[in-house]
């Protein structure tokens, strides 16, 4: 059975750094894209940043562009968001999404089957 599992939430300050991590187990998700989406009440669950299978390939929402860095560890299979100079406007369920096929890096939440139960990040003002 797949299962994503993310980690590294919590409450930080703006300007403020953290860093999620979403480990993979059930199959290896090393040959394929994985991404990292957020989410927050009443709102659509949006794209942040996603990672070709190599790690050489990466895409970004435009507002995380320049603060945010999707990376991974294949050999763990593990993905990685680091998160600099966060703002209040980041705050939101941070989820960690995978497919099993690719190569192409996708943005839609319909095109990733496997989802992590998701972690909570709070930047205060």
């Known amino acids: 059975q797949v299962q994503l599992v993310e980690s590294g939430g919590g409450l930080v300050q703006a300007g403020g750094s953290l860093r999620l991590s979403c480990a993979a187990s059930?199959?290896?998700?090393?040959?394929?894209?994985m991404a990292w989406f957020r989410q927050n009440p009443g709102k659509e669950r949006e794209f942040v940043a996603a990672?070709?299978?190599?790690?050489?390939?990466?895409r970004y929402a435009d507002s995380v562009k320049g603060r945010f860095t999707i990376s991974r560890d294949n050999a763990k299979n593990t993905v990685y968001l680091q998160m600099n100079s966060l703002k209040p406007e980041d705050t939101a369920v941070y989820y960690c999404?995978?497919?099993?096929?690719?190569?192409?890096?996708?943005?839609?939440?319909?095109?990733?089957?496997?989802w992590g139960q998701g972690t909570q990040v709070t930047v205060s003002s």
């Open positions: 990672i070709g299978w190599s790690g050489g390939t990466t």
């Open positions: 999404a995978g497919r099993l096929a690719g190569p192409a890096i996708l943005v839609r939440t319909s095109e990733y089957p496997y």
């Open positions: 059930g199959r290896t998700f090393s040959s394929y894209p």
